[in-house]
């Protein structure tokens, strides 16, 4: 390794440690490791204050810097017998090692392997530790969705490593849309590592880095769990919080469960999130958060404080979704309900409220595939609003007005004839069985977003038969006019063309009835830039009330 690589190998390492360290203990403790090397400290000091966050962020960078470095130097292992087995290409790299193919070193024999090693730039005590871990912890794992260990040991350099079977397949997310598999399709796979995760929980182990990456689907079409170099061994000698910390600190951010985020104890229930993360972005195509900045920061904020959303609302977006416009709706009408429930149920974000365990989700997936009653249920409206209104008064009261301005345009609308006052009691039955009886709130601890709510609403209009036409139009006009309000046009503009349709059904083109959801559609059309059929629109809202009330 040239000095250079020395350098940058050792500023990775100082800085690695001195960020588990708490800040007024740090200056000291570099200090001292330093020496008389004053540029060193300087240099890690410089980059401590830079993160002045402690996102990891710099670390990260850090650490590609000196991975790049080593790159070479790492290459040199091609050819060089490991065990048994002589290495003869590199294939794979991440934060917790370098993964090469090799070969039995016998001419008879005729077997390829996967030969993990500990990446030069992090052999320091507490990746080695890591590292047996994972070591140890396969040795003990025998399971056919799980990869095989075959040996282990440590080269002459110090260098510790890991000989697995060698997986011939692709990564879970790619086998799907390759296959283009149905949701069953999907969940059938994910059933196959939730017993892969629940063996090893019996065991005593959680994976704790469960993603697309790591479940490999071989040849024949068997998903196999790979990387448990951040696993956890669940026995007394294990309980120890700094150890937890430091883990934490490998694991992969856009995957990691909030408890893992914030440093606490972790229980199998984060492998139930990781599974539910996972099922989430092979039917949805996208993630359930929306980081508000390129940070780390930003994205551990957004798991720990954004409400997850809804599968059925989310596999809508065609700009982030794999899916888009007439499969989206479909899927979004497959999503809908049992799998929203049982999705949001595992991505709960304390650990305690999620399934009790991978079998229980595995369970309910089972009830979903073959059409009996899961055993997820929707958050009860009493603890949503008792948890979302300590945390959120702010919100409380926008959501409110916004329904309270619903139901005042549906009562202006109903003021003059008796069919109207109808219509209108009609109209507050519907909304207070919404608040009653359905449940309005997105299923986590974060609560109330205006957006569930109209979702709510929607799903109890098309289920409500024994609505009048005229309470439906005059629903689905106010919530049209609401999402455009919330800058959801496209829906907007459906919605509004559908309470339109009924109107023109029940009451003619030329009724005072259809003013609200033409005014509506003038809007969406004005907003699109479409000012030429927006005119048209609001020529007509103006003939018909002309029409009917004079110039």
Not at 485 to 499: I, P, Q, S
Request: include cysteine; proline fraction near 5%.
């Amino acid at each position: 390794m040239t000095d250079k690589n020395k350098r940058w190998a050792r500023v990775n390492e100082l800085l690695e440690k001195a960020m588990a360290i708490p800040d007024n203990e740090r200056q000291p403790w570099l200090a001292s490791e330093c020496g008389e090397d004053t540029e060193l400290l300087a240099e890690v000091l410089t980059l401590l204050d830079y993160d002045s966050e402690q996102t990891g962020g710099i670390l990260a960078s850090v650490q590609s810097v000196a991975a790049d470095l080593s790159d070479s130097s790492d290459f040199r292992y091609v050819g060089e017998k490991v065990g048994n087995y002589r290495i003869t290409d590199k294939l794979a790299e991440g934060g917790m090692g370098i993964v090469f193919v090799a070969e039995h070193d016998a001419e008879d024999f005729d077997r390829k392997v996967a030969v993990k090693l500990l990446p030069r730039h992090q052999l320091d005590k507490e990746a080695s530790r890591r590292f047996v871990d994972e070591r140890r912890i396969l040795a003990g794992l025998t399971h056919p969705n799980i990869a095989t260990l075959i040996d282990g040991g440590t080269l002459s350099d110090g260098v510790p490593y890991i000989v697995m079977d060698f997986i011939e397949g692709e990564s879970i997310e790619q086998y799907c849309a390759t296959n283009m598999l149905n949701n069953d399709a999907i969940i059938d796979l994910v059933l196959s590592v939730c017993e892969a995760v629940q063996y090893a929980h019996r065991k005593l182990v959680i994976h704790r880095d469960i993603k697309p990456s790591n479940i490999i689907v071989d040849t024949r079409g068997v998903p196999v769990l790979l990387d448990f170099g951040i696993a956890k061994l669940l026995s007394p000698d294990n309980d120890d919080m700094q150890q937890t910390r430091e883990e934490n600190r490998a694991l992969t951010p856009l995957y990691a469960s909030p408890e893992q985020i914030e440093g606490l104890p972790i229980t199998t229930a984060a492998d139930v999130y990781g599974i539910g993360l996972l099922l989430y972005r092979l039917l949805t195509g996208k993630m359930p958060y929306t980081p508000t900045g390129n940070t780390p920061r930003e994205l551990e904020r957004a798991i720990l404080d954004q409400t997850p959303e809804k599968p059925s609302i989310a596999v809508l977006n065609a700009d982030d979704s794999k899916v888009s416009g007439k499969r989206a709706q479909r899927q979004q009408r497959a999503l809908r309900g049992e799998l929203d429930t049982i999705l949001l149920t595992a991505l709960r974000k304390s650990p305690e409220r999620r399934y009790q365990s991978v079998a229980a989700l595995a369970d309910d997936l089972k009830r979903f595939l073959e059409h009996r009653p899961i055993t997820a249920r929707a958050d009860s409206p009493f603890y949503v609003l008792r948890k979302f209104v300590s945390r959120h008064r702010w919100p409380v009261g926008v959501g409110t007005s916004v329904i309270l301005a619903g139901i005042a345009m549906a009562s202006y609308y109903t003021s003059e004839l008796k069919i109207e006052r109808d219509t209108a009691e009609q109209t507050a039955t519907f909304l207070s069985g919404l608040f009653a009886a359905a449940d309005p709130y997105q299923k986590n601890r974060d609560g109330l977003t205006v957006e569930a709510l109209l979702d709510s609403g929607l799903e109890k209009l098309d289920s409500d038969t024994s609505l009048a036409p005229l309470v439906r139009a005059r629903l689905l006009t106010t919530i049209a006019l609401v999402q455009r309000n919330l800058g959801d046009n496209v829906r907007a503009e459906e919605l509004a063309r559908e309470a339109l349709s009924v109107l023109e059904a029940e009451k003619g083109p030329l009724d005072a009835a259809v003013i609200p959801p033409l005014s509506v559609l003038s809007r969406v059309r004005t907003t699109a830039g479409d000012y030429a059929q927006a005119t048209d629109l609001a020529l007509r809202t103006l003939s018909i009330s002309e029409r009917v009330h004079g110039a």
